[in-house]
């Protein structure tokens, strides 16, 4: 039976609260389980307590091979219960493939836009010089 601490919701509409449970992975979400070590209010503010956990049975399910999703793994790293990886996603602020798409588009119709007005500023030079050679030929 492979075991997760995770979050459990509870609460009203729009107000929510999670309990910390120790529950089979298979189980639902809001399903049975095997016990509350801790809960989250996340309607608290920050520097209030937010966060409630049972150190001791933590602990105790940690080393009976329980494994803590990613949410409940930084409340156990900041607890100081686990050590977690700091993640790191460098394409994280990168725009999404639909909207390099329509920056890609938008330049190349600049770069159109930039040649064609060369173009008709040489066609006009070339224009404007002709008349201008009548002029010194005759």
Known sequence: MALKIRLSRAGSKKRPYY???????????DGRFIEQVGA?????????????????RVKHWLANGA???????RFLADAGLVARDTKSNPTKGLPGKKAQERI???KQ???EAAAKAA?????????AA???EEAASE
Do not use: F, Y
């Open 130 to 132: 002709a008349p201008a």
């Open 67 to 73: 494994l803590p999703t990613d949410r409940v793994a």
């Open 40 to 56: 989250w209010n996340p309607m608290l503010p920050k520097d209030g307590e937010r966060i409630k956990i049972n150190e001791e």
């Open 19 to 29: 309990h910390i449970v120790i529950a089979d992975q298979r189980s639902p979400r």
């Open 109 to 111: 119709a600049e770069e």
């Open 104 to 106: 890609a588009a938008a």
């Open 119 to 127: 173009a008709e500023a040489e066609a006009a030079a070339a224009a």
